[in-house]
Nanobody, 119 residues
Framework: QVQVVESGGGLVQAGGSLRLSCEASGRISTTNVMGWYRQAPGHEREMVAIITSETKAEYVDSVKGRFTISRDNAKNTVYLQMNNLKPEDTAVYYC?????????????WGQGTQVTVSS
């Protein structure tokens, strides 16, 4: 069984910062992709940032230069540092850990953490 647990959401004023954390535990392969997705009311879930085990990162254009994703492989933990937050960043942020290669393929999601940015 795999557990994915997010933390660090909250309420912040525009221009402020938050740091999200996500720890995966259980049967996780050493090679995987960890990432952050978000879903605002009335919108589809979108990828915010992902990072591979080799620390190759990708970002959605709207957060480039403001958000930074990082990970600690020893702890199976991924972080999202969010700076210069904007009201349009308000959403539920979900963590996902996945592996699409080899005999053990999986996608596991966390329960989500709310981020609210006031104007």
């Amino acid at each position: 069984q795999v557990q994915v647990v997010e933390s660090g959401g909250g309420l912040v004023q525009a221009g402020g910062s938050l740091r999200l954390s996500c720890e995966a535990s259980g049967r996780i392969s050493t090679t995987n992709v960890m990432g952050w997705y978000r879903q605002a009311p009335g919108h589809e879930r979108e990828m915010v940032a992902i990072i591979t085990s080799e620390t190759k990162a990708e970002y959605v254009d709207s957060v480039k230069g403001r958000f930074t994703i990082s990970r600690d492989n020893a702890k199976n933990t991924v972080y999202l540092q969010m700076n210069n937050l904007k009201p349009e960043d308000t959403a539920v942020y979900y963590c996902k850990v996945s592996n699409d290669y080899g005999p053990y393929q999986y996608h596991f999601w966390g329960q989500g953490t709310q981020v609210t940015v006031s104007s």
